[in-house]
């Protein structure tokens, strides 16, 4: 009970605004549960019991069982408010839910304003389910994080034989439309396969490893989903298939030359999936924005074992400091190869059009030869057909002869029109002597390799050959920058002296064109001096790779400060962090034996409590962790302490993007 004098307290006499700031402080996991108990106190007061806004009460939705789902139903059955506009921030930690179905028309129904979703998918969530709720497209929605737990305890092949595969959801996602949806960070992530399990009271041997379901089939999806417009509205991009090489679906090459891919994007997680040494330079190559890069778990890095791996080790922490830092003389030979290839397909088309404009002509003229001849012989053939023609023996020259006479090419002549309007475009096509292309300056700030078992003083060695690696790689690039300006010098006076010794007119169009990567996706087609200056060809060339044109001037002062933090050793270094910030096995959430129990809480215990810690109330958890127990203290590391962890590092970054906490 609430003493009266208390209820004097200034304490109640703010105002609602002020309450509204102080709720926005409060995490929210804990808004609800604050505001509830606040209104609690104001409703016993005599003074204003409105002071408090319910919207708090339903801003932020964190469901964790399926009696927690039934409670929110009849709580906004029983309220006067219009409840559908109120949540901003929705998540399912459950992983198994009595009706499904129950779920996806509360969702359905309060999507209108959410601006952040996260939901559990357990292995009684069908991809049909998962559908229903993506069908529609959610304009607000600004973050989607979906976890998939299919894990089994017992071999069971139903969900392999009946085809669960969640591809459709990306499917559904890619469609999308860009101008009215506000999707910015996207998370798709299955959780690893859970360890062999014990049977340790009823005496059998360890049963071994369980193939577990798959969640992705068609990876081809995941390339339909980068390219896509909201796809390239994309920022933040987790996503976390076990043991999967996804990197050949996400730098696929692109049916479509001008289409982009994730233009974006700024934080890349693909912990868990399997990659190699050159994957790093291979993501950066094709995604030249991403300033962070977490790789946990990836195989890129396997601690050392014996003396014969150090020196692999060695070599491969060289070559990923060596890639971050070069990544864009790669873009620029990326480019120049590109170039070659516009250049190249120009010329064909040059060729084909006077090939087709000869062939043209020549029929033009043996169509006005044959009408000469026809005219000219036309008295003679009326003086010979009074006679009777005499048919001589032997086969005759007409079944001899074709029966059509055949056409020089499949396709049809052009047309006088269309031959001039093609010159034209020809003529108009008119290319650089040279182009010299800039390499871009290194974007990346952090870069996460975690893996286990390895001591501190390992992972500080590891970080000194990363840093040492990525300081002559910028020495690398500081060469190859002037390298190119000494190029295209030579080029522009190459083009100088041939325009006085010939004395001709030389077009502006012909110059040499010094070009520098505009990782602001700012394109060049909005720039109508360009735009009048090239041909089309060139534009589609120059927007592909986010060219533009720059001057030496211009290039020096933007080197200028890399070379003096190279010099004053206070260089930039991309924050390298060794330590994992994901989990190596998984576990199973719901066990088909067992469907009465909560396996919630099963799944956050099973390897923290032994059976005589467990309360009372949970004895039949005790029960179920007598029989299984998982056999996963070898390297199962959870996530790491934020002060473990180097400060700043992607994991930080990686954090603040999915922790609900933080929407």
């Not at 993506?134 to 973050?143: G, T």
């Not at 059009?353 to 006005?368: A, C, E, G, K, V």
């Not at 059509?404 to 475009?425: D, G, N, Y």
């Not at 190859?480 to 502006?508: A, D, G, Q, T």
Request: hydrophobic share 35%.
């Amino acid at each position: 009970m609430i003493m009266k004098s208390s209820l004097s307290h200034p304490l109640f006499k703010f105002p609602t605004e002020l309450w509204d700031l102080i709720l926005s402080f409060i995490p929210n996991s804990l808004k609800s549960f604050t505001t509830h108990s606040l209104l609690i106190i104001f409703y016993q007061s005599e003074q204003q019991q409105s002071i408090i806004s319910n919207n708090h009460l339903f801003h932020s939705i964190n469901l964790t069982s399926h009696s927690q789902l039934k409670t929110l139903i009849n709580s906004i059955q029983s309220t006067n408010h219009d409840f559908k506009t109120l949540p901003r921030t929705f998540s399912l930690k459950a992983w198994k839910l009595k009706d499904n179905h129950l779920f996806i028309n509360l969702l359905n129904q309060i999507s209108k304003n959410l601006r952040a979703i996260e939901l559990n998918i357990g292995p009684l969530f069908g991809p049909d389910q998962l559908e229903e709720v993506f069908e529609n497209e959610k304009s607000n929605l600004k973050v989607l994080s979906l976890r998939f737990n299919q894990n089994v305890s017992k071999r069971s092949y139903e969900p392999f034989l009946k085809g669960a595969y969640f591809d459709s959801t990306i499917d559904l996602i890619s469609k999308w439309s860009a101008k009215s949806s506000s999707l910015r960070s996207f998370s798709f992530i299955q959780d690893p396969a859970p360890p062999p399990i014990k049977k340790k009271k009823m005496g059998e041997i360890d049963e071994g490893g369980i193939a577990q379901p798959i969640i992705l089939f068609r990876f081809e999806t995941l390339k339909t989903f980068t390219s896509s417009s909201i796809g390239n509205r994309i920022e933040d991009l987790r996503i976390r298939i076990p043991n999967r090489n996804l990197l050949p679906s996400l730098t696929q090459k692109l049916n479509n030359p001008s289409s982009k891919r994730l233009s974006r994007l700024k934080t890349l997680d693909l912990s868990t999936t399997s990659l190699n040494h050159q994957s790093v330079l291979t993501i950066l190559r094709n995604y030249p924005s991403i300033e962070h890069l977490i790789l946990d778990r990836t195989h890129l890095i396997v601690p050392v074992r014996f003396d014969a791996d150090q020196e692999r080790v060695t070599e491969t922490l060289k070559n990923i400091g060596m890639s971050v830092a070069t990544v864009g003389i790669s873009r620029a030979l990326d480019a120049n190869r590109a170039w070659r290839e516009v250049v190249e397909k120009i010329q064909v088309q040059r060729n084909l059009i006077l090939m087709q404009h000869d062939r043209n002509r020549d029929q033009l003229r043996d169509s006005s030869h044959g009408n000469a001849l026809s005219s000219g012989s036309s008295s003679g053939l009326n003086s010979r057909r009074n006679h009777t023609r005499v048919k001589k023996p032997g086969r005759s020259a007409f079944a001899s002869g074709p029966m059509k006479q055949a056409r020089l090419t499949s396709e049809p002549f052009p047309s006088v029109s269309q031959l001039t309007k093609t010159s034209i475009e020809i003529q108009e096509t008119i290319l650089p002597t040279k182009i010299v292309i800039i390499p871009s300056k290194p974007k990346l700030k952090t870069l996460s390799v975690g893996t286990s078992k390895v001591t501190q003083e390992v992972r500080n060695q590891w970080k000194e050959w990363f840093e040492e690696s990525y300081r002559d790689g910028i020495e690398k690039y500081i060469k190859n920058v002037y390298e190119k300006i000494y190029e295209f010098e030579r080029n522009l006076e190459l083009w100088n002296s041939k325009k006085n010794k010939e004395e001709e007119e030389n077009e502006e169009r012909t110059k040499p064109l010094l070009l520098k990567f505009d990782d602001e996706d700012q394109s060049i087609d909005s720039n109508e001096t360009e735009k009048s200056r090239f041909s089309q060809p060139i534009l589609e060339f120059l927007n592909q790779f986010n060219l533009r044109i720059t001057s030496i001037e211009e290039i020096l002062k933007d080197l200028q400060p890399i070379e003096i933090r190279l010099d004053t050793q206070t260089l930039n270094i991309p924050i390298f962090c060794s330590i994992p910030d994901c989990k190596r096995l998984g576990k199973v959430v719901w066990d088909t034996d067992r469907r009465e129990i909560d396996l919630i809480r099963i799944g956050q215990q099973l390897t923290k409590l032994k059976i005589e810690e467990c309360v009372v109330e949970d004895q039949e958890v005790g029960k179920v962790m007598d029989v299984q127990d998982h056999d996963d203290d070898d390297d199962d590391e959870l996530e790491k302490e934020d002060g473990e962890h180097l400060v700043g590092c992607g994991h930080f970054i990686n954090r603040r993007i999915w922790d609900s906490e933080y929407w």
